[in-house]
């Protein structure tokens, strides 16, 4: 655990020289020649005021937001029926902040949902960053159950120990301890929520699918092997790309949950820097009957924060007539 440590605190140096330093002396650069070295100072001490407040306060300030998705595919028996999504809480960044996941835990308890899933990266680097926090997790509370998937992290591949033997053995150690906390984990497969014994929805989860240097484990038709067309469906797929790249264009899946692109872990207004890299990256997506929702997530591999606020997601289903 003391190497876990020590690996968040050299992240947290690097990123917090990056973000107080670097970044503001090269806007400070590139200000004075226009404005002059008195009115260039006033935007970098803006930045660093803004990065400040993210780095001690923005990444405890949760928030919980709600999306509707409407389809005439939802059986009647589940017109109304809340899911809540969690998703990249990088729970090892936590490791010297313990009491912000038992917050975590109580903010999903108080929405009283019929379903809780996460989507993806549990943790940074290693399974051994679970272990103190199994007993918080462990306490949320909902009717159908609590369902997982893989993302990039949870591979385990970003370590200091890459051998085969050692990214193995943190899978299965991780697979392991989601089970004891009673997350049912799903690896491109499939399971049904039930209501009334005669109408059901299927939950679809696929392993990690990205494109490189993200790795790519994902089989979507081998998760929906045995379903029909015309079930109500809802798939896991950590990263929302997954939605335009398989999901449009090849299946009636009415509704993706993703996480992975953290909005960056800074929005101001409308612009997020996520938008460079992802044409859906936070929020709802509706195209062609299906919907996508992007989880802004909880945590990241650094505890800062500003705009795009930790979030827990609560997504309505309505039967569209």
Request: aromatic share 10%; charged share 20%; with cysteine.
């Amino acid at each position: 655990m003391k190497i876990k440590l020590r690996h968040n605190t050299m992240m947290r140096l690097i990123f917090g020289g990056i973000l107080f330093i670097g970044f503001p002396g090269l806007l400070f650069l590139l200000v004075w020649p226009i404005l002059g070295w008195q009115w260039a100072l006033v935007l970098p001490i803006g930045m660093v005021l803004l990065v400040a407040y993210g780095f001690f306060f923005g990444w405890r300030h949760i928030v919980v937001r709600s999306a509707t998705c409407r389809s005439p595919l939802l059986p009647p028996s589940f017109d109304g029926y809340r899911i809540l999504q969690l998703s990249d809480i990088h729970i090892g960044t936590f490791l010297r902040n313990r009491k912000f996941v038992d917050k975590l835990v109580d903010v999903v308890n108080a929405q009283q949902v019929d379903l809780v899933v996460f989507t993806g990266d549990l943790v940074n680097v290693s399974a051994e960053e679970l272990i103190p926090f199994q007993h918080s997790l462990k306490q949320i509370q909902t009717l159908d159950g609590i369902y997982s998937i893989m993302g990039n992290h949870d591979y385990c591949e970003y370590g200091a120990d890459k051998s085969l033997r050692n990214v193995a053995r943190n899978q299965h150690v991780l697979q392991y301890l989601e089970e004891k906390m009673g997350w049912h984990l799903l690896m491109n497969e499939h399971v049904m929520i039930c209501r009334n014994t005669d109408e059901a929805i299927a939950l679809i989860g696929v392993e990690n699918s990205s494109r490189p240097p993200f790795p790519d484990y994902g089989d979507l038709p081998k998760a929906m092997q045995g379903l029909h067309e015309g079930t109500f469906k809802i798939l896991l797929s950590h990263d929302p790309s997954h939605w335009r790249r398989e999901v449009l264009s090849q299946t009636d899946i009415a509704l993706t949950l993703s996480g992975h692109t953290h909005a960056g872990q800074l929005r101001i207004g409308k612009f997020s820097p996520a938008r460079w890299a992802y044409n859906e990256w936070g929020g709802k997506y509706v195209e062609g009957g299906s919907m996508l929702h992007v989880s802004l997530g909880v945590g990241g591999t650094v505890p800062f924060r500003f705009g795009a606020w930790p979030e827990v997601n609560v997504i309505t289903l309505k039967r569209k007539e």
